[in-house]
């Protein structure tokens, strides 16, 4: 059998599509070769990158024949940058490839098969849906100030002020921005060296509201002129609610620090997901996507039912979005978050919302959890984990208390795999709604529902 090589270019047909967003085709020795910007059906010449024991990466060099469902990207700087994944594609093709993605982990992981697997609740825009950017910032060969995203595979910024899948006012408040702040001798922060002021700007906005909020993440506060450019901002932009700054001092890649400070206006702008409003602040986790963020929710209000009767526990419950919305539907929910300024914002949340059947629990939802189980007859939890999945604790606990229903969102399909696989031996699960939240990337949201065997 040939042995790849590096820096060989061979050619290639695209087989399947993989979580990540890469083209999955075959080597002649078996090995699984990931090739980027490319789909099923491509015939493509691409150059060996990077050889490990069991599959390999591939650089896209030509396409000698398209596959169905290729189109041009309509993003000029699309081909270097990261932030999204699936341009090349029509938007049909992507939602099957999704699902199908979706059909595959919970067959192969979870070893799942008799359910079902609706097909994705589309975006009824596929561009410019994204209500938050986090942009980091670099300097250009001009010396000026700018800001994009990170090209694939590394951390060298790829400029671009009007990224496609952005909301319109993100980027409209990304540009002004830049041009005031490169009136000033700023300097931008450099990761390898640690020096450098300015780290990113994290724009958010109300899809429903055009409310706009600005963060400044410096490293420091050795920022004198930040008062003067905060109040011209608002003045220049008048959606913009307010201006703040974030101080984040770490050589870490979490964007923001642990101390936020008010240059202008107000801290928080007002969003709505349906009729339940929702009070969002600088470091609030909120969906990036608005319009199917109510349909996502709308499909867990499904799976709860409307009999009015229901106890439920919101695990993982942020802000309190999920708990509020479907607060009309529960006579009790406990909603359980472990950020101490989330629980904050989701009572102020309720307060906004006159909603009084939702109690809030600051605290880790594997020590919460075994406490509300044993103090009241819950039937129904929902879970909303970060990508790592549920933690084993808290998957011994479902199983030792066998709960009438199981609402499970995930962002990740290979750990709601696994934790499905792990639970099935006391829930079944009878069906999984995809919702496209992020259009053009890999990343598919879910919703399954789970009842007791």
Do not use: W
């Not at 002649?28 to 150059?47: H, Q, R």
């Not at 694939?152 to 909301?167: A, F, K, T, W, Y």
């Not at 919305?325 to 102020?348: C, F, G, H, P």
């Amino acid at each position: 059998m040939p042995i790849l090589k590096k820096d060989e270019i061979k050619t290639f047909k695209i087989e399947d599509l993989a979580h990540g967003g890469d083209g999955v085709a075959r080597a002649e020795n078996g090995k699984a070769v990931f090739i980027a910007l490319t789909l099923p059906g491509d015939l493509v010449k691409a150059k060996i990158t990077k050889i490990k024991k069991d599959y390999a990466f591939a650089e896209l060099v030509e396409v000698v024949e398209a596959g169905e469902g290729r189109i041009k990207a309509s993003c000029p700087v699309y081909n270097e940058c990261g932030g999204c994944q699936l341009q090349h594609i029509n938007y049909q093709k992507e939602l099957e490839f999704k699902q199908n993605n979706l059909k595959q982990l919970i067959n192969r992981i979870a070893k799942i098969e008799d359910f079902k697997l609706r097909d994705v609740l589309a975006a009824d825009d596929d561009f410019r849906y994204r209500n938050k950017a986090q942009f980091p910032l670099d300097l250009d060969d001009e010396g000026q100030i700018t800001a994009g995203f990170y090209k694939r595979g590394s951390h060298e910024i790829v400029p671009n002020h009007d990224c496609l899948i952005q909301h319109p006012l993100i980027n409209r408040i990304l540009r002004i921005t830049l041009e005031e702040l490169n009136k000033f001798q700023l300097s931008v922060y450099n990761e390898n060296t640690l020096s450098g002021l300015l780290r990113h700007l994290v724009i958010r906005v109300g899809t429903c509201t055009n409310q706009a909020l600005l963060v400044m993440v410096t490293n420091g506060d050795d920022f004198i002129d930040k008062n003067l450019i905060a109040r011209t901002l608002v003045r220049k932009i008048p959606e913009l609610k307010g201006v703040v700054q974030n101080i984040n001092t770490k050589n870490t890649n979490v964007i923001f620090g642990k101390e936020d400070i008010l240059l202008a206006g107000e801290n928080k702008i007002t969003e709505y997901i349906g009729k339940t409003a929702y009070s969002i602040s600088a470091r609030s986790f909120f969906q990036v996507n608005t319009m199917q963020a109510k349909k996502l929710y709308d499909t867990a209000a499904k799976y709860l039912g409307d009999d009015g009767n229901a106890r439920v526990i919101d695990a993982f419950s942020g802000t309190g979005s999920i708990a509020l919305y479907l607060a009309d539907q529960a006579e009790k929910i406990y909603a359980v978050e472990s950020l101490k300024s989330a629980v904050e914002d989701a009572r102020a949340n309720a307060e906004l919302n006159k909603i009084n059947n939702v109690e809030f629990e600051q605290g880790l939802v594997e020590d919460k959890l075994p406490e509300l189980l044993k103090n009241d007859q819950i039937d129904t939890i929902i879970f909303d984990p970060p990508r790592k999945g549920l933690d084993e604790k808290t998957i011994n606990l479902l199983l030792e208390n066998k709960l009438e229903k199981i609402i499970y969102i995930s962002c990740n399909p290979a750990t709601l795999a696994r934790d499905l696989k792990r639970l099935k031996s006391k829930y079944k699960l009878v069906e999984i709604q995809p919702v496209d939240l992020f259009p053009q990337t890999y990343h598919i949201e879910s919703a399954a529902f789970l009842n007791k065997t």
